[in-house]
């Protein structure tokens, strides 16, 4: 044990921690903050997102038909209201603009009339007309639940979305504006995690070989051993990584006030994703966590081995190249972002893991035999 502390010491030693700092806060600042600072992304979203707020506190987590009705019953007392504005602006009632229908059939090819409709939305920026447009965006979803079924899928596919319109399912008070907000972070954040993870693996052997310490190692059957105990050495450093950046981001994640959609489920109408399985928002957040964990130590596995074979430090960054890239890439899309959607085959994302993790394994075992064996 107090090897493996000893180890794990000489990993985050105060030069790398310094580089994961750096690291971790350009990446906020260029891809993360982003989305916790403009959520939700400008009108009509905010204004959706309120909407949608108010409904789960009227309504509850599902909105049947008559509480439909008592929400289109808002809409039209908001454009009551919306009326009384228009005819207490002189500019629109002396161009013939004094009733909502008529502001929402204006000729925008007209200048004069397209001047004062944006004056309406961006210069004085009326809630009353943003909120309208939010709630004929829902009001349009929740009578049109064949929208949901109307991509060319197969008969499995079109099975399971026949399932969720008929059990119900479909009529959850869940918008897609959150759904991808956190979709959008936790790629990024799980892209941070696997850089810092390749960074603090680099050391793990090469090190040790650049001090010549393995001369000494070897000689003896107790130090070749500690070629797989730097492997848990390595575990166990991203295992810190992966927590603390973790920790990190759901105390950030909690400034979107997203909590009370966490009891949702996610294949709403009012979302634009569909999964295979009924999962709630909370349950999806866990899903993508236990992925992030998994894909974690299976980067362990092939850092490791990265590690033991490059002679120097820049022939070790030459290799995590093309890995960073199928990582970053292919592996967030696929293995983090939109897991279990309904456009990908339901054993896509267990199958992947199973085969990502017994290969990864059998490369360090591999290389494992050849160091027992290897003549010093």
């Known amino acids: 044990m107090r090897i493996l502390f000893n180890e794990i010491r000489k990993l985050f030693s105060i030069k790398i921690i310094c580089l994961l700092l750096l690291v971790s806060f350009i990446v906020y600042q260029q891809f993360i903050m982003f989305e916790f600072k403009y959520f939700p992304n400008g009108r009509p979203q905010l204004d959706g997102l309120r909407a949608t707020q108010k409904m789960l506190k009227d309504y509850g987590e599902f909105m049947d038909n008559e509480e439909f009705e008592d929400f289109k019953g808002i809409k039209e007392q908001r454009i ?17 603009i004094d009733t909502y229908e008529e502001f929402s059939n204006m000729d925008l090819e007209n200048e004069k009339l397209a001047a004062l409709h944006s004056k309406i ?8 007309f943003w909120e309208i447009q939010a709630r004929d965006g829902i009001i349009d979803r929740y009578e049109h639940p064949e929208r949901f079924n ?38 990024f954040v799980a892209i941070l995690i696997f850089l810092n993870i ?10 040790d070989k650049r001090n010549h310490v393995q001369l ?20 166990s450093a991203a295992m810190i990584v992966i927590t603390a950046q973790l920790a ?38 866990v899903l993508t966590l236990i992925c992030v964990y998994l894909l974690g130590i299976a980067l362990v596995f092939v850092g ?11 022939t ?27 456009y990908l085959n339901p054993y896509l994302v267990p199958i992947s893991f199973i085969t990502i993790l017994i290969l990864t394994s059998l490369l360090f075992m591999w290389r494992y035999r050849r160091e027992k064996v290897k003549n010093i």
């Open 216 to 235: 000494l190692q070897y000689t003896s059957k107790t130090g070749r051993k500690l070629f797989s105990q730097k492997l848990l050495t390595g575990i």
């Open 198 to 207: 390749m960074i603090i693996l680099m050391p793990l052997y090469i090190q």
């Open 248 to 285: 990190f981001f759901f105390f950030m994640y909690r400034g979107n006030d997203t909590s009370m959609f966490f009891p949702l489920s996610i294949n709403s109408i009012f979302n634009s994703f569909v999964s295979w399985y009924d999962l709630t928002f909370f349950q999806y957040i």
């Open 304 to 314: 490791a081995w990265v590690s033991s074979i490059a002679p120097n430090y820049m």
């Open 150 to 187: 109307e991509h060319e899928l197969t008969p499995k596919q079109n099975a399971r979305m026949d399932e969720l319109v008929e059990n119900g399912s479909t009529k959850a008070i869940f918008t897609d504006m959150v759904f991808e907000n956190y979709n959008a972070l936790i790629k």
């Open 80 to 96: 009551s209201e919306a009326t009384e504005y228009l005819k207490s602006q002189k500019e629109m009632v002396a161009a013939g």
């Open 316 to 342: 070790s960054v030459g290799l995590h190249v093309p890995l960073a890239f199928l990582l970053f890439g292919t592996g967030t899309t696929y293995l983090i972002q939109d897991l279990t959607t309904i």
């Open 121 to 128: 939305f961006f210069e004085d920026s009326v809630d009353i």
